[in-house]
């Protein structure tokens, strides 16, 4: 029987998603708590793997099991065996074409920055953070710029094993809410560090160091070298990831601190994202 599982992690303790040696990551943690619910060895493939100091809102992870358990028994099984930083949020048997990461159709990932002179103690592991004062007109701008079909070299890590560096950014935005700045993306795929180096150079627009236009220059002359430097993990989350909806996947709760959906924006600038979600 196939099973899919929506999971939810506060990534600041954890060496990543992808197991390790270290055997401290979300998926070791999330493998083992899952055996011992089924009483064998489960082994787990999830929507999209995040680095070490990055949270997901919404993973989607699906595994094989011959183990007939109700879907809330995996659900409170597998929490008792987790530390509190994850939770398994739903559980579904479903067929066994889908797969958590090949079904999925788009990826969105939320960047919560923090801006203010003076560093935030409580959130240092849930933020990412800059001193001086952002234009917010210049960065929703440079996001325009990114929204469609490009060779995304410029944003791509060093140790980045994709075939090819060209993606889909669906949906880009940039909003204030008081002293944060968040950016959303969605794509229909992101590479290594795509995200954190994408808010990177959004700030070096948004302190002045280059006009948004610079952004699309990035693109064009595809150098990893010409972009900012790679910004925080804190501050980045996998918020949701979309896939037909023939699978009827169920919805995620709403998380807090960083939904701000009732909260009005200072500014707003959002294509619409393409394609179904759930």
């Known amino acids: 029987m196939r099973i899919a599982i929506g999971v939810s992690y506060d990534g600041s303790r954890f060496d990543g998603w992808q197991s390790q040696p270290s055997k401290n990551t979300v998926q070791d943690r999330l493998e083992s708590a899952l055996s011992a619910v089924a009483a064998e060895p489960v082994r787990v493939s999830a929507a999209g793997r995040t680095d070490a100091g990055v949270h997901a809102m919404a993973q989607v992870v699906h595994f094989d099991s011959v183990a007939h358990r109700e879907d809330s028994a995996w659900v409170r099984g597998a929490n008792a065996n987790l530390p509190p930083e994850i939770a398994v949020q739903w559980a579904v048997p479903i067929d066994e074409a889908f797969h958590a990461r090949f079904s999925a159709v788009a990826r969105s990932y939320r960047y919560v920055l923090y801006n203010h002179p003076v560093r935030n103690a409580l959130m240092s592991r849930h933020v990412g953070w800059y001193h001086r004062p952002l234009d917010l007109d210049a960065m929703c701008e440079a996001t325009r710029l990114i929204v469609g079909e490009h060779d995304f070299t410029a944003f791509r890590s060093s140790e980045c094993q994709a075939r090819t560096p060209v993606r889909h950014m669906k949906a880009a935005s940039a909003r204030a809410f008081g ?55 804190a501050g980045l989350y996998l918020a949701d990831v979309g896939y037909p909806a023939q699978w009827l996947l169920p919805a995620f709760a709403r998380m807090m601190p960083f939904d701000f959906s009732e909260v009005s924006a200072e500014t707003c600038v959002k294509t619409t994202a393409e394609g179904e979600t759930r």
């Open 179 to 233: 002293p944060f700045v968040v950016f959303d993306f969605t794509a229909n795929a992101f590479l290594h560090h795509m995200v954190r180096n994408i808010v990177g150079s959004l700030v070096y627009v948004g302190k002045g160091k280059h006009s948004p236009e610079w952004i699309s220059g990035l693109l064009l002359a595809r150098e990893r070298r010409l972009a900012a430097p790679t910004f925080s993990p």
